[in-house]
């Protein structure tokens, strides 16, 4: 079994503790490649930013736990050799079942999500009180959810076509009883490229922040969780339709209602499409423009800065920069 701090990470309880106090967001970002993450932790060292980085049980069975950690090491000790305090939380996002989050948990994972939101309400309770009991033994924090996001996670999984607002009487019990260390809820943002349902006259509607609102008078203190964040910007959806790909919609949040959440009690963002479509869109440009390449370091090496960029981005709109 590793310990987490072995491996330069941290838990969530104090960043959260002072994304809270200071009204800003982590960033947690998901990676999926080397690329990837050698970007995240470029943008951390730039930005001065904590970061959270968000490894699926997918990545798991690409990569296996015990090198997704190894991976992640080499980063924070990348930073500790630069002199960085950057704290630095790895995370299981979306962990399905007991198992995974155990086993992320021996392989190094300072932070597991457990996501019960399918279930009903009693079997949720029990399911998470049974992560956060053997999660805490390790000092390692846990995140539930109540409300479900619609939409598939990760592209291959099963789309949930409805969504369900976090109902805010609940939250006070669900935390209660599981003694959860963070909650993600449902207003309004949705996994996969379409992340809002525009309005009849093709503006777009804000994130249900009355609900936000509810919950944080009823938690006061308590870190907030927002999955499927993500802004999908036009342009990286061009350059990949430009360049062969068949995108025929996507619809991001706005990034004024991403920032106005980070100044309430949601101490957590996840990003993952916004990630992916840059990396692609970028991909596929460089290898229309190489067409005779067969070393695949023709785009890593040049999508990397363009990720950089992209996650420096998010640090700004999120108001972590600059917090260590």
Avoid at 230 to 242: A, L
Wanted: hydrophobic share 40%; proline share 4%; net charge negative.
């Amino acid at each position: 079994m590793y310990n987490y701090k072995d491996l330069g990470l941290v838990n969530t309880k104090e960043m959260f503790e002072k994304a809270y106090k200071e009204s800003y967001a982590v960033p947690a970002l998901n990676f999926v490649s080397i690329e990837q993450y050698n970007a995240i932790i470029d943008a951390v060292i730039e930005k001065k930013s904590p970061v959270i980085l968000l490894a699926s049980p997918n990545l798991h069975n690409q990569l296996g736990f015990e090198m997704i950690a190894r991976l992640v090491q080499s980063g924070t000790d990348r930073l500790k050799n630069l002199g960085i305090s950057a704290p630095v939380a790895l995370h299981l996002d979306h962990g399905m079942t007991y198992e995974q989050c155990v086993t992320a948990i021996e392989y190094g994972f300072s932070s597991v999500m457990i996501d019960g939101s399918a279930l009903p309400f009693e079997e949720n309770i029990e399911l998470t009180k049974k992560v956060v009991e053997y999660a805490h033994k390790y000092d390692v924090t846990v995140e539930g959810e109540l409300g479900t996001l619609a939409g598939a996670e990760e592209e291959g999984d099963e789309a949930n076509l409805n969504s369900h607002y976090t109902d805010p009487s609940m939250v006070e019990e669900f935390v209660r009883r599981t003694g959860v260390d963070s909650l993600a809820i449902s207003i309004g943002t949705s996994h996969g490229l379409v992340k809002l349902k525009p309005n009849k006259d093709g503006s777009l509607p804000e994130l249900r922040y009355d609900i936000l609102e509810d919950i944080q008078n009823r938690i006061p203190g308590f870190p907030i969780v927002l999955h499927g964040a993500s802004t999908i910007s036009p342009k990286f959806v061009d350059m990949i339709n430009q360049y062969g790909g068949k995108l025929k919609q996507a619809i991001g949040i706005p990034e004024e209602q991403i920032t106005r959440a980070a100044k309430m009690s949601v101490c957590k963002i996840n990003i993952a499409s916004d990630g992916w479509i840059c990396a692609l869109a970028h991909t596929r440009r460089i290898l229309a423009e190489n067409p005779s390449a067969i070393d695949s370091r023709v785009f890593t090496l040049k999508i990397r800065p363009e990720l950089v960029e992209l996650y420096k981005d998010k640090m700004e709109i999120m108001g972590s920069a600059n917090r260590i």
